[in-house]
């Protein structure tokens, strides 16, 4: 049996794994499905048709599964689903998805430090880091191993490529393109993120073809001043004949996002996935029950 904390209050038909630790005070509500390891600290509140992982770390304060800050929710039955070994500390709000069968989703080994707002609708991939005092609005979506620097906002509907890193206090307001660091009010694309390409292996790769690649997709759009159409089509040809092959990573990605914003030029966070046409980041795609992030299968209106 779960090990309860005599003052918890946990309703008698939460599905809790023998393993499960509830501490003092904290609110299980009747719907809600908690993993193997996983431990709820103290006034933590959870409700709402929730499903939680295994061996998460849920620290005091944190309120997951209420309802979405949303006027057009009509009480209808929506979803939060947290996958495992993620930590959520103190006071982190996570409120489910908007309209019915919808869900808020967040994948695996993430942390979401103080203060985090995910709103609803939101879809959170792997490996993530997320600093105090962030606000993400509805529908936004972040790839694998994205990092987020603290007390910033990020408008509804905004998409974070994978290893991308956002400047603290920044606004972000636009599409973030994959493994760019971007910063500033309004935000701005400032140079490759060459910590986070390093720490995922990517740098070394082949010999360090992989990185030159990139940095001359990089200096291509955003050094060269060269008009859009001619930058995309001189990027086509470098993807074409690189070392790896022309190989398709998310063909859906470059359609899904023709007509949406990005923090540079026009479209460029769907045109950038020509790097993905490498095949280099295929190991971090998530493989959500109903999507692949990136796949164009979720809402993309703004």
């Known amino acids: 049996m779960a090990e309860i904390h005599p003052t918890a209050i946990v309703h008698p038909q939460a599905q809790l794994h023998p393993t499960v630790q509830v501490g003092p005070y904290a609110v299980i509500g009747e719907r809600v499905k908690i993993g193997a390891g996983t ?29 979405p800050q949303d006027l057009k929710f009509d009480g209808s039955v929506s979803l939060v689903k947290i996958g495992d070994h993620n930590r959520i500390r103190e006071y982190v709000t996570i409120n489910r998805a908007t309209h019915a069968g919808e869900e808020t989703r967040i994948g695996n080994h993430n942390l979401l430090m103080a203060y985090v707002h995910v709103a609803h609708n939101c879809t959170l991939a792997d490996n993530i880091v997320i600093a105090n ?33 956002l400047g603290g206090m920044s606004r972000i307001d636009r599409d973030v393109p994959p493994y760019m660091l971007v910063e500033g009010n309004p935000c701005r694309i400032r140079v490759l993120n060459q910590v986070g390409l390093r720490r995922a292996g990517l740098m ?26 001619e930058a995309l089509e001189t990027l086509e040809t470098i993807a074409t004949q690189a070392i790896c092959g022309p190989r398709t990573h998310s063909g859906a990605y470059v359609t899904s996002t023709l007509s949406r914003r990005c923090t540079c030029r026009l479209d460029l966070f769907s045109r950038l996935d020509l790097f993905s046409r490498l095949d280099l980041f ?16 979720l809402s993309t209106g703004c």
């Open 282 to 297: 295929s190991c971090w795609t998530t493989s959500f029950n109903h999507t692949t992030i990136g796949s164009g299968t």
């Open 133 to 165: 005092g962030v606000a993400l609005a509805g529908h936004v979506e972040i790839e694998s191993r994205a990092v987020i620097g603290g007390v910033l906002g990020v408008h509804q509907f905004v998409r974070i490529g994978r290893l991308a890193m």
């Open 204 to 229: 070394d790769r082949e010999d360090g073809a992989v990185f030159r690649e990139l940095k001359q997709a990089f200096k291509l759009l955003y050094r060269s001043n060269l008009p859009l159409k």
């Open 39 to 67: 431990i709820v600290s103290a006034h933590v509140v959870i409700e709402g048709w929730t499903e939680i992982g295994e061996h998460n770390h849920i620290f005091p304060g944190a309120a997951i599964g209420l309802e």
